[in-house]
């Protein structure tokens, strides 16, 4: 990803291609660390609040169970035109 995406950001005329290359490197690294960092942290917020409330277990059950059942529903009618 590095060698397609960030050449068409770094500009030889303000300074080091290297300098540029590991300065854009780093702060996707820094950012991509912190959103999933932010998403496990979130994780673990929902599986605890789930964890004390199994009826909220159960309604997701209940509702992936719709969904797919929805989904089979509509490939096979698909299949049939």
């Known amino acids: 990803m590095y060698l397609s995406l ?5 500009d030889p005329a303000h300074g080091s291609v290297l ?13 991509s660390l ?5 998403i496990v942290l979130m994780a673990g917020s929902i599986a605890s609040f789930l964890e004390l409330r199994p009826m909220w277990i159960t309604v997701q059950r209940w509702l992936k169970g719709m969904v797919l059942a929805a989904l089979a529903v509509r ?7």
Not at 6 to 10: A, E, G, R, V
Not at 19 to 31: E, K, N, P
């Open 19 to 31: 300098g540029q290359s590991l300065a854009l490197g780093m702060t996707q690294i820094v950012i």
């Open 34 to 38: 912190a959103v999933n960092a932010l």
């Open 6 to 10: 960030l050449p068409q950001f770094i």
């Open 75 to 81: 490939v096979a009618t698909e299949a049939r035109r």
